[in-house]
C-alpha cells in the first residue's frame, strides 16, 4: 500500500515536506499501543523480528539487531517508538543544539534521483530543551537512544567544547549514546573541528560531563591520515567508536546528476555507488589500523541486504541508515 499508494503521492511533494509528513505521520501512531501494532503489523508484514542470533552489544548497549536509525532522519525525538516498532534497534536522534536554529531557507533537501538525496539544511533543530521535552515519552521504553550533538551557526571554535558539552549534560538521562558531529558539510567551519586540537578539547568536555558511549562521526572526504588522527584521539581517549560516514559534499559526485549542482553546498547521500564506495572505504580504513579496539557504526547508502553486508565486511559492526527509509 506505501509504495503503490502513499509514495507516489509523497514524491510530488517537495522532498523535506513530504519526510516531514511521513515522520510526524508515524508519531501520531504513537498515541495509542493499537496504533503502533497496526504500524507494525503493516512494516513487518506480521510481527517485529526478535531473534537472539541479532543481538549486538555496541560498547555496552545491547542492540536487538545491528540497524539503527541515522542521525537526520528524527532530529528532535518524535517518532522513536514507531521507529522501532518497524524494526530498527534504536534511533539517533538529533544533530541535537544547545539552542533553537531554523537552518538555511527552503528548499534545502532534493532528490537528485530515487534514493539519492542532497541536502542543506544547515542544522535546523528546535532546541536541546524542547527534544529534552519530546524525548521525556520515552523514559520508560529502554529504546536505545543515540543523541547527535551539534553546535549552533554562530558559535566560534573555541566555544564548540562547550557548545557540545552542554547539550551532552542536559540530555544525559536520555542518551544510551552520544555522537560527537563534526561532519556536517552545512555549517561552515564545522568540518575544521575533525582537526586533531580541536577534536580532543570538544572529546575532553564531553568526557567530563557524561560517562555514556561517546562516538565521533567523521566524513568521506577526509584523507586517511586525517581519519587516523582522529583514530589517535577516540584511542587516546578511550572513545566507544567512530561513525563513518556523514554524507560527502565531493563536486564531482554532485555534478553526476547535473551540472547545476556540481557548486551546490551540501552533502549528498543514499544510493550513489561512488557516495556508497568511498564510504565503505573509511569503514574499511579504520578497521584496519584497529581492528576491534573500537565500535565502527557504518553509515552511507545502505538500501537493502547487500549494502548492508558490504559494511560490515569492511568491518562495521552497527549500521545506521538515513536516506534509504522514505
Ligand atoms: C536530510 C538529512 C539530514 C541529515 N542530518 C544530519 C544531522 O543532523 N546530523 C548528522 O550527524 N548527520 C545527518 N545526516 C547524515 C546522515 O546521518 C548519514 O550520515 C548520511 O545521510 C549517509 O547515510 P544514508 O546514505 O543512509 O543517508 C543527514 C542526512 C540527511 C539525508
Known amino acids: 500500500m506505501y509504495k503503490s499508494i502513499i509514495r507516489p503521492v509523497l514524491d ?10 511521513v515522520r510526524e505521520g508515524m508519531h501520531i501512531t504513537e498515541t495509542s499501543v493499537a496504533s503502533l501494532k497496526l504500524l507494525e503489523f ?16 555496541l560498547s555496552g548497549i545491547k542492540l536487538e539487531n545491528p540497524l539503527l536509525i541515522g542521525a537526520g532522519w528524527d532530529k528532535s525525538g518524535r517518532a522513536v517508538k514507531a521507529l522501532y516498532s518497524i524494526g530498527f534497534a534504536g534511533v539517533e536522534i538529533g544533530s541535537v543544539l544547545e539552542y533553537p536554529q531554523p537552518g538555511n531557507p527552503q528548499p534545502r533537501q532534493f532528490m537528485l534521483n530515487p534514493g539519492v538525496c542532497l541536502n542543506w539544511l544547515g542544522f535546523n533543530s528546535p532546541g536541546m530543551k524542547t527534544v529534552g521535552y519530546y524525548l521525556s515519552r520515552y523514559k520508560n521504553s529502554e529504546i536505545p537512544l543515540g543523541i547527535s550533538l551539534g553546535i549552533n551557526k554562530y558559535i566560534e571554535p573555541k566555544d564548540a567544547p562547550f557548545a557540545n558539552a552542554v547539550v551532552a549534560e542536559y540530555l544525559d538521562d536520555d542518551a544510551s549514546y552520544f555522537a560527537i558531529n563534526v561532519s556536517s558539510p552545512n555549517t561552515p567551519g564545522l ?6 586540537d580541536n577534536l580532543i578539547d570538544i572529546v575532553q568536555a564531553v568526557s567530563e560531563v557524561t560517562e ?13 591520515q586525517a581519519v587516523d588522527d582522529v583514530i589517535k584521539v577516540v584511542i587516546d581517549h578511550g572513545l566507544a567508536g567512530i561513525i ?12 553526476k546528476y547535473g551540472n547545476e549542482w556540481e557548486k551546490q553546498d551540501g552533502g549528498v547521500s543514499g544510493d550513489d555507488g561512488d557516495f556508497r564506495m568511498i564510504s565503505t572505504i573509511k569503514i574499511e580504513h579504520i578497521y584496519k589500523q584497529v581492528g576491534d579496539k573500537i565500535d565502527i557504526i557504518g553509515v552511507g547508502g545502505i538500501k537493502d541486504t547487500e549494502t548492508a553486508l ?9 549500521l545506521q541508515i538515513v536516506t534509504g527509509l522514505r
Not at 555514556?212 to 586517511?224: G, Q, R
Not at 563513518?244 to 555534478?255: E, W
Open 212 to 224: 555514556k558511549p561517546v562516538f565521533v562521526k567523521i566524513a568521506p572526504d577526509l584523507t586517511n
Open 12 to 21: 510530488k511533494l517537495d522532498s523535506e515536506t513530504w519526510h516531514n509528513i
Open 244 to 255: 563513518a560516514t556523514n554524507s560527502t559534499n565531493n563536486p564531482s559526485i554532485k555534478a
Open 42 to 57: 503493516l512494516a513487518c508484514s506480521g510481527n517485529r523480528l526478535v531473534d537472539e542470533k541479532l543481538n549486538v552489544n
Open 310 to 318: 558490504e559494511k560490515i565486511r569492511a568491518g562495521a559492526k552497527v
Open 191 to 196: 568540518r575544521k573541528l575533525q582537526d586533531k
